[in-house]
T-cell receptor, first 116, second 108 residues
Framework: EAGVTQSPTHLIKTRGQQATLRCSPI?????VYWYQQALGLGLQFLLW???????NRGNFPPRFSGRQFPNYSSELNVNALELEDSALYLC???????????????FGPGTRLTVL | SQQGEEDPQALSIQEGENATMNCSYK?????LQWYRQNSGRGLVHLIL?????REKHSGRLRVTLDTSKKSSSLLITASRAADTASYFC????????FGAGTTVTVRA
């Protein structure tokens, strides 16, 4: 069974540009989560999508946005890039059981975004 | 914000020794999960322990949970060089809230 996949592996952008990161969940999983792992800040929750809807977002500005497609894959868009957006962006997927806090989340290998 | 806090921050052991790391958290939980991360790559799920469980085993891993103390521990027995990684605990309330992690180095 294929795991969570993310593309690209690495992405280099300059300040002010936009970045688009992609994630494909494990087959049968309908929930997709995005996390940011920045140096010194640890792993921070960004966004949660389930059944095509944004269910919750972390404490990030609106220039971090995304969507989930009918096939449950997801995109994370970061507009007006800033230097501090440089980080490893991790996507995870899970089955939804309808009960919060019960599903194991499986992670992809991440996209390393560097903003120059 | 960080929910779990791991202790110690770093651990260096000889191959074959056991490694123990601890995690404390702040709020009530449904479950607590442990993950491993190799060299800044993706996270690998190790084990999930539910709030009504006290101990769980998976291969060379043993996890305990004490909800009265809001703490958990991960024991890796008979460590191998391949166990060199960062280990994170995470509490789960639809999103995962991670601690800062414990970096484990296993020396050959």
């Amino acid at each position: 069974e294929a795991g969570v996949t993310q593309s690209p592996t690495h992405l280099i952008k300059t300040r002010g540009q936009q970045a688009t990161l992609r994630c494909s969940p494990i087959s049968g999983h309908t929930s997709v989560y995005w996390y940011q792992q920045a140096l010194g800040l640890g792993l921070q929750f960004l966004l949660w999508y389930d059944e095509g809807e944004e269910r919750n977002r972390g404490n990030f500005p609106p220039r971090f946005s995304g969507r989930q497609f009918p096939n449950y894959s997801s995109e994370l868009n970061v507009n007006a890039l800033e230097l501090e957006d440089s980080a490893l962006y991790l996507c995870a997927s899970s089955e939804t059981s309808g009960r919060a806090g019960t599903d194991t989340q499986y992670f992809g290998p991440g996209t390393r975004l560097t903003v120059l | 914000s960080q929910q779990g806090e791991e202790d110690p921050q770093a651990l260096s052991i000889q191959e074959g020794e056991n490694a123990t790391m601890n995690c404390s958290y702040k709020t009530s939980i449904n479950n607590l999960q442990w993950y491993r991360q190799n060299s800044g790559r993706g996270l690998v799920h190790l084990i999930l322990i539910r709030s009504n469980e006290r101990e769980k085993h998976s291969g060379r891993l043993r996890v305990t949970l004490d909800t009265s103390k809001k703490s958990s521990s991960l024991l890796i027995t008979a460590s191998r060089a391949a166990d060199t990684a960062s280990y994170f605990c995470a509490t789960h309330d639809y999103k995962l809230s991670f601690g800062a992690g414990t970096t484990v180095t296993v020396r050959a």
